[in-house]
Structures are given as C-alpha cells and as structure tokens.
C-alpha cells in the first residue's frame, strides 16, 4: 500500500525567500508524482507533473524534482511571494491506481 | 477555473441522515473521481466511474454509492451518516483518452459537517 509523507507540515517565511518542501513515498513503483495547489477551502490546482522516467520539471519559479530509488520528491519556490502562500500536496499514483495523497504543507509567506 | 462544478457548497446535516452531493464535468470528461478530504488531511480516493459505472474504489463502506449519468453530471450519496464522515468532499473529472493520474480537474468541492 503506497503511502505518502510531507514535512514540514507547516511553514511560515518572510516575502522573498526560497523554500524547499519534501514529500516521500513507501512504494517506488510510481506511475508519476505531481504536485498540487490547494486555497483554503478550494479545489486542486495542478502544479507539477513528473512522469516515472523523468528526474524533474519547472514552471516559472517552480521546480520539482524526483528521486524513485529513495522514495522522494521535492518542490523547490523560487523568490517567494504573499500570493504563494497556500497548502501543497503531492501525490503518487501507482500505474493503474488513483492518487495517493500526502498530507499537505501548509505555506504562509508574510509581505 | 476548471471548468467544474459542484453543490451544494455547505451542507450541514445530522448523524443517521443520508446526503447526496452533485458534480457537474466538463462536457466531454467520461471519467469522474470522488475524493474526501478531512480538515487538515489530504484527499482521500473514494471511488471512480467511467462511461456511468464503478471503475475503482478506495478503502470506503457501501454506505458511499455514487452515480455518473449520460448528461457528464454525478453524484455521491451517503448513506447512514456518521461524525467522521465530515470533510471536504472532491470531484474530479478526466477527459477521453486521458489516463485520469496524468489529467484531472477538480472542483471547488462540498464542505459536509455532520452534528
């Protein structure tokens, strides 16, 4: 059974910073990794998406990467900014499953 | 905006009641996933239809059913309501061809509480 952790689980940083959040995984039989957005009380927004053959992906200040062998994938914020501040999930589907979720970071960027 | 829907928004309801939660897909999306999120937790797989029926389901009790009609609309109904069953409750939909780990969109969700 696949199952997938997050730290920190909360994280408050002054405007400007870079951060890094990790997610790991029990079962590296991936199918992909990705990363979600999540506003309080809202839906998902996918982020990133990492299929099981690639080492990592960016979008503008984001950059996520993937390690299979040791069960990791970190999400890297470049120059953080207030509108960042959200929780952020990662999930890692096994091939023919749905997403399994980790628990989430909860991210505060203070202006 | 994805292009999903869903209601109600809130819904407050008592233990021992039934519920029933609608989703409306992007037209065209043949694929409908259900997830609950509990405060603080990361969603949870419920189940999955395709081209109107059960495709998959989570570790969840019979009292969760749900039904994917012709029109890209579904619902989840729960049956025999309990404490823990409150939680922000997400749809999910894939296009064709889509395999739904790679594309899915996800609505706003409906926020149950359960007293």
């Known amino acids: 059974k696949q199952e997938v952790t997050q730290i920190p689980a909360a994280l408050s940083v002054p405007e400007g910073e870079n951060l890094v959040l990790n997610c790991s995984f029990t079962?590296?039989?991936?199918?992909?990794l990705q990363w979600f957005r999540q506003d309080p009380g809202k839906g998902l927004t996918s982020l990133l998406l990492?299929?099981?053959?690639?080492r990592e992906q960016t979008s503008g200040r984001l950059n996520a990467s993937l390690d299979k062998s040791s069960g990791r994938s970190t999400l890297y914020i470049a120059a953080s900014q207030p509108g960042d501040s959200a929780t952020y999930l990662c999930?890692?589907?096994?091939?023919?499953?749905?997403?399994?979720f980790g628990p989430g970071t909860r991210l505060s960027v203070l202006p | 905006e994805t292009g999903v829907t869903q209601s109600p928004t809130h819904l407050i309801k008592t233990r021992g009641q039934q519920v029933t939660l609608r989703c409306s897909s992007q037209?065209?999306?043949?694929?409908v996933s259900w997830y609950q999120q509990a405060l603080g937790q990361g969603p949870q797989f419920i189940f999955q239809y395709y081209r109107e029926e059960e495709n998959g389901r989570g570790n969840f009790p019979p009292r969760f059913s749900g039904l994917q009609f012709p029109n890209y609309s579904s619902e989840l109904n729960v049956n025999a309501l309990e404490l823990d069953d409150s939680a922000l409750y997400l749809c999910a939909s894939s296009p064709p061809q889509a395999r739904p780990t790679d594309t899915q969109y996800f609505g706003p969700g409906t926020r149950l509480t359960v007293l």
């Open positions: 990492i299929q099981s053959s690639q």
């Open positions: 999930a890692a589907p096994r091939p023919g499953q749905n997403f399994v």
């Open positions: 037209s065209g999306h043949n694929t």
């Open positions: 079962d590296s039989a991936i199918y992909n």
